[in-house]
């Protein structure tokens, strides 16, 4: 196994951790840099350590008991870069609630290796796993050109 197949099972233990409430294993493969970026399925982006490793606490507090699979769309690694495409698939209390929950997030994740192993430098996982409408999609309008849609 590549190093980059050993580091996105490491990815997805974490995972696996977060849905259980617990983010250390995730914010132990995140680059420590001030560039590094997540953008959240409950909304928002931050970027910098501090903020997005406050970030994973706040996420991993609202899951319990988890379990988490994963499907995926594409992967490609070109050197000391990666990015990896797929659908994660969790059930797991969420916020305090006793009874599981389904979640399906598209996720992407960006990997670069810094002093000689592979670290994330951004992670992004909303919850648009369909498609969608125009309608659903466009705060009030979009106009291109002449031409509107609302």
């Known amino acids: ?27 132990a493969i ?3 840099r001030e560039d590094i970026s997540l953008a959240s399925p409950f909304g928002g ?4 350590w501090i903020p ?7 996420s991993a507090k609202l899951y319990s008991e988890g379990t988490a699979t994963f ?11 990666s990015f990896l495409v797929e659908m994660e698939e969790y059930q797991a209390k ?4 006793p009874e599981f929950s389904p979640v399906s997030l598209r996720t992407t994740s960006i990997s670069r290796v810094e002093n000689g192993g592979w670290r994330l430098a951004h992670v ?11 309608e659903s ?9 002449s031409r509107c849609y609302f």
């Open 71 to 81: 499907h995926p769309i594409t992967k490609f690694v070109d050197g000391n870069f």
């Open 94 to 97: 969420l916020g305090g609630r």
């Open 137 to 145: 999609v466009v705060k009030d309008h979009l106009c291109v050109g």
């Open 30 to 32: 995140f680059s420590n």
């Open 52 to 58: 997005v490793t406050s970030l994973l606490d706040q």
């Open 1 to 27: 196994m590549s190093s980059i197949e050993v580091f996105w099972e490491q990815y997805h233990r974490a995972v696996a951790s977060l849905v259980k409430g617990d983010s250390e294993p995730f914010k």
């Open 124 to 134: 992004h996982s909303d919850p648009l796993t369909a498609s969608r409408s125009l």
């Open 45 to 48: 982006v931050v970027q910098g």
